[in-house]
């Protein structure tokens, strides 16, 4: 054997009583669990630790971050061996050369402008290809699978305008999400307060979900509101997955803003009743109340049309600044849920220029700080919106089809501290901690579960023959050290964590070794 892993309490992603055994590794799978005599070219003594294993970060923005830097200890050191990218309906495939231009201004505050990244692909197959040719061909820090941008995928066919798709563009539009399923993606994305996402309608959003359900994938919409017809929102999204026979999962699926206060059992028996009719739902989110996202996303739909330069233009336009300040403060704007704004609740988390640094971790003031911000950091700003509530989080983070997500934006000075804490918080927040839930029941939450809804058939449990993707970590000491002081802090309390049996943490460190690939959708079309 390569390893033999002694004396750990076992959590193997089933949910079910975890017990002590050895488990073995040999050529990057589980080779045995029990009592195994003998042992291997290494043996690690994990008396005291739980084994279990790695967790699958349904949620993550490390789009160009896996590309730039070879460590990524934010998800590594929380134990994260796979992450799925090309969320929110924005990112860098499909694209042509217009196409990616407005990309990369549009989501600047998710991933940085990404002039440290050569960007030599176009499809989704040839971004796969770049992750597993990353850092000098030795791949990547973790795994990374990829859904396809529906509003990228409207950009390119559309462009940027707020019009119905006409028939040869919808057709354009599903070759596109279809292609992008040959080449590997799990399903599709979208972003629904975000343009262009936010610009299809709800039967061109069913026509590009029966090709999604065709190649067995998924779909991950960010749907229309988190605030105002939240409830409203998540309906649309089961009706229309249910006409298109497609499964759905719901991103960072939570309740916002004062309206929903303790309305999540609301949602709940949404989903409940769904399910129970036979829909096919999971659901992730993340364990604290704040989200995250750009400060340019806020603006209302129409302010957005035609991309960030049209953008840039109308915030420079004193009447076109009027009717967004108007839009934003006393209708609720879209982009903001529906809710008019409080600008007491939106922190700067980030900035792209550095001479603006001094409005990170502040609160806005107003709408002329948040338009001067706009302008002179050219769309770039990150922030933090204080509109969650801690009983909604606590009874989603329950349900039977609940997995966890970090929604990590790696980028600014005081990222979400969830970028770099969201797994250990939930095992030392929510189930060490608050007893919200068990020990077991969460590691398959963060890793059976979603293994399950990738359709992954070697990953996600400790079973013979799976992946030897596995974390240790110890019960009674294991936390984020993220904090919104200090977002960047590491976890304690997870010590080793391998991908194929290699450790890319080991003793509490990050290694040099990047067993990272992109994991690639494998059913084959109905």
Not at 22 to 37: L, N, T
Not at 174 to 188: D, F, K, P, S, T
Not at 388 to 416: C, F, W, Y
Not at 495 to 500: E, G, K, T
């Amino acid at each position: 054997m390569d390893l033999v892993i002694r004396g750990a309490r076992v959590a193997d992603g089933t949910g079910g009583p975890s017990y002590t055994a050895d488990v073995s590794v040999h050529e990057g799978r589980i080779a045995g669990i029990g009592r195994i005599p003998g042992g291997g070219r290494r043996t690690l003594d994990a008396h005291g630790l739980v084994l279990a294993p790695g967790f699958i970060d349904m949620h993550a923005h490390s789009d160009l971050a896996l590309l730039r830097d070879p460590d990524h200890g934010a998800k590594a050191a929380q134990g994260v061996t796979l992450e799925v990218l090309g969320q929110d309906g924005l990112s860098y495939a499909p694209v042509d050369d217009r196409t990616l231009e407005g990309v990369r201004a549009a989501i600047t505050g998710w991933n940085g402008p990404g002039d440290d990244v050569d960007f030599d692909w176009r499809t989704v197959g040839g971004y796969l290809d770049r992750l597993d040719r990353a850092h000098g061909g030795r791949g990547i820090a973790v795994n990374a699978a990829y859904l396809v941008p529906q509003g990228t995928v409207r950009a390119l066919a559309l462009g940027w305008d707020d019009r119905p798709a006409p028939p040869a563009e919808l057709d354009r539009m599903r070759r596109l999400v279809a292609e992008g399923l040959e080449q590997g993606a799990v399903g599709m994305s979208s972003g629904l307060t975000y343009t262009p996402g936010m610009y299809a309608s709800g039967s061109e959003l069913t026509e590009l979900c029966r090709v999604v359900a065709r190649y067995g994938g998924y779909y991950c919409p960010h749907h229309r509101s988190y605030g105002h017809g939240a409830l409203a929102a998540y309906a649309e999204m089961v009706e229309l997955t249910r006409r298109a026979g497609c499964a759905l999962h719901l991103a960072h699926a939570t309740m916002n803003f004062a309206e929903n206060e303790g309305r999540a059992p609301e949602l709940l028996a949404l989903l409940d009743a769904a399910l129970d009719s036979g829909a096919d739902i999971t659901l992730d989110t993340y364990p604290y109340t704040p989200g995250c996202t750009t400060l340019v996303a806020l603006l209302p739909s129409w302010a957005n049309e035609g991309g960030p330069q049209a953008v840039l233009a109308r915030l420079r336009d004193d009447t076109g600044a009027e009717r967004i300040r108007h839009a934003l403060e006393v209708e609720g704007a879209d982009g903001c849920h529906g809710v008019p704004v409080d600008w007491s609740t939106i922190e700067i988390s980030g900035v792209g220029d550095p001479a603006l640094a001094g409005y990170v971790g502040t609160r806005l003031d107003g709408w002329d700080t948040a338009r001067g911000l706009l302008l002179d950091d050219r769309l770039a700003p990150t922030v933090l919106q204080h509109v969650g509530h801690e009983d909604n989080v606590r009874a989603i983070m329950r349900h039977r089809v609940h997995t966890g997500g970090s929604d990590g934006i790696l980028q600014g000075a005081k990222p979400h501290p969830r970028a770099y804490g969201t797994f250990p918080h939930y095992l030392g927040r929510y189930v060490r901690e608050l007893g919200v839930l068990g020990l077991e029941e969460c590691v398959a939450h963060l890793s059976g579960r979603p293994a399950a809804r990738l359709r992954l058939p070697d990953r996600g449990l400790v079973r013979v023959g799976h992946r030897a993707d596995l974390v240790l970590f110890d019960p009674d000491t294991v936390a984020a050290g993220s904090t919104y002081e200090r977002p960047r802090t590491l976890p304690t309390g997870i010590p080793y964590v391998l991908i194929d049996g290699r450790f890319v943490m080991r003793d509490g460190r990050r290694t040099d070794v990047l067993a990272g690939r992109a994991v690639r959708r494998t059913t084959p079309p109905g």
